[in-house]
């Protein structure tokens, strides 16, 4: 982009250089004709110079608007997931699992208060009362999933739609499990490609967003969160887009 800047700007000033030798030396009556074209050509690549510089302004505007929203959707994802595996132990790539979960599941309130109890074992060893300390955990009651994270709204219903960009596209919902220490540990990621958030704009902008790499800058083709390959439940995007973990 750089460079058809300064070969635009240069053509210009050359453009205009060639305008003051038409006026100078090329008779009277070519002068207007080649003084349009000039002044056309001198307009045209003005305008396009300054479409070099406003396209990518107004491609990151449209870009950031649609990974705000995109992320929305991540977080209630996410949520929705993190709270799946906490009453059921995993998490699910099942959309339509994930919302029947979400309506019909309750989180279990409990509270624990430490207490102490007779230790037999030790009484009878020492012949005298020994007590241990144990803790006790109540059940308080339970409180509905849905009302925790969604209150009053139903978006959880649509929440594998992706809001913006190419038409019916749905997010891609991956669960399982990895080894660690011979322990397996539930993952879950939620991502959808760049590609289609941003199908509709500039081509060659999309391209040149698939591949940043950047420490304010969402990193590689997708926009996503969670991971397949390691215990993680972040999201890819930076903060200035909201809290990604």
Do not use: C
Not at 5 to 31: E, Q, R, Y
Not at 72 to 101: P, S
Not at 124 to 132: A, I
Not at 180 to 202: G, H, M, R, T
Request: glycine share 6%.
């Amino acid at each position: 982009m750089l460079n058809f800047i300064l070969i635009a700007v240069a053509v210009i000033l050359l453009t205009i250089g060639l305008v003051k030798l038409v006026d100078k030396f090329i008779p009277s009556k070519f002068k207007p004709v080649l003084n349009i074209a000039l002044w056309g050509l001198i307009i045209f690549l003005g305008y396009q110079t300054y479409m070099s510089i406003y396209n990518p302004i107004l491609f990151n505007q449209e870009k950031n608007k649609r990974y705000a929203k995109v992320i929305e959707k991540l977080i209630d994802i996410r949520d929705a997931e993190l709270a799946h595996k906490q009453v059921t132990g995993k998490f699910t790539d099942n959309f339509d699992e994930l919302i029947k979960f979400i309506e019909s599941a309750k989180y279990t309130i409990t509270q624990r208060r430490d207490s102490s109890i007779l230790d037999a074992a030790l009484t009878k060893q020492f012949g005298v009362d020994m007590f241990k300390d144990i803790v006790i955990i109540d059940t308080l009651g339970f409180v509905s999933v849905k009302d925790s994270l969604f209150k009053n709204s139903n978006r959880y219903k649509t929440m594998m739609d992706v809001p913006v960009g190419k038409p019916g596209s749905k997010f891609n919902l991956k669960a399982g499990f990895i080894e660690q220490s011979d322990v397996n540990i539930p993952v879950f990621e939620a991502s959808v490609a760049k590609d289609i958030i941003l199908y509709d704009l500039d081509r060659d902008l999309v391209i040149q967003e698939n591949q940043v790499v950047s420490v304010d800058g969402v990193n590689g083709n997708v926009l996503k969160v969670g991971s397949m390959e390691e215990v993680n439940t972040n999201g890819n995007w930076p903060k200035t887009y909201g809290s990604n973990d």
